[in-house]
Antibody, heavy 122, light 113 residues
Framework: QLQLQEPGPGLVKPSETLSLTCTVS??????????WGWIRQPPGKGLEWIGS???????YYNPSLRSRVTISVDTSKNQFSLKLSSVTAADTAVYYC??????????????WGKGTTVTVSS | DIVVTQSPDSLAVSLGERATINCKTS????????????LAWYQQKPGQAPKLLFYWASTRESGVPDRFSGSGSGTDFTLTISSLQAEDVAVYYCQQYYNTPPTFGGGTKVEIK
């Protein structure tokens, strides 16, 4: 059974870079047609797509975050990662890694990680 | 970006009664070449990640009880719970995947009256 796990740092200081890694178990990132993405949810608010990556390394970012986001993949470790630079309090959220169904990096999500809470505070 | 608007923000329904959630997109998400609506529904219980309920607006994900149904086309969509159960208390989100970036509605909180 496919599982996604995204343990996080918990606390990040303003202006620093938030780094998260999602470990995929139960399937191989490199052997599938899926796109792998990051979505976040600020406290008490709705969901925001951050960006997605394919096993080839092709990336797609939300234009609203593009200047600060980098998503990468390490197929040897079956992991993909998120880096968000110059964070502010507005980046405080639960961050989810997820799997998009085949068809497109912006397609619906059929598997979600449990999420990790990241708080931006000094 | 396609704006997705849900209504109501919250609703309280008695056990066994019907719950109806609406989702409206700022432009049509019906792709004419395949006649599919690029809209999904998710359920998020407190402290949990969202769970996929429907895709293509009305295709039920495996394991989703049949008291849940999805309908609509173009810009107007509905999620219906025909007979609310206690375990259905959650926030429900719709999402368009017609184009990028994928966008979500603001959510509808369903509670027991």
């Amino acid at each position: 059974q496919l599982q996604l796990q995204e343990p996080g740092p918990g606390l990040v200081k303003p202006s620093e870079t938030l780094s998260l890694t999602c470990t995929v178990s139960g399937d191989s990132i490199s052997s599938t047609r899926y796109y792998w993405g990051w979505i976040r949810q600020p406290p008490g608010k709705g969901l925001e797509w951050i960006g997605s990556i394919y096993n080839s390394g092709s990336t797609y970012y939300n234009p609203s975050l593009r200047s600060r986001v980098t998503i990468s993949v390490d197929t040897s470790k079956n992991q993909f990662s998120l880096k968000l630079s110059s964070v502010t309090a507005a980046d405080t959220a639960v961050y989810y890694c997820a799997r998009h169904t085949p068809g497109g990096y912006y397609y619906y999500i059929d598997v979600w990680g449990k999420g990790t809470t990241v708080t931006v505070s000094s | 970006d396609i704006v997705v608007t849900q209504s109501p923000d919250s609703l309280a329904v008695s056990l066994g009664e019907r719950a109806t959630i609406n989702c409206k997109t700022s432009q049509s998400v019906l792709y004419s070449s395949n006649n599919k609506n690029y809209l999904a529904w998710y359920q998020q219980k407190p402290g949990q990640a969202p769970k996929l309920l429907f895709y293509w607006a009305s295709t039920r994900e495996s394991g989703v009880p049949d008291r849940f149904s999805g309908s609509g086309s173009g810009t107007d969509f509905t999620l219906t719970i025909s007979s609310l159960q206690a375990e259905d208390v959650a926030v429900y989100y719709c999402q368009q995947y017609y184009n990028t970036p994928p966008t979500f509605g603001g959510g509808t909180k369903v509670e027991i009256k």
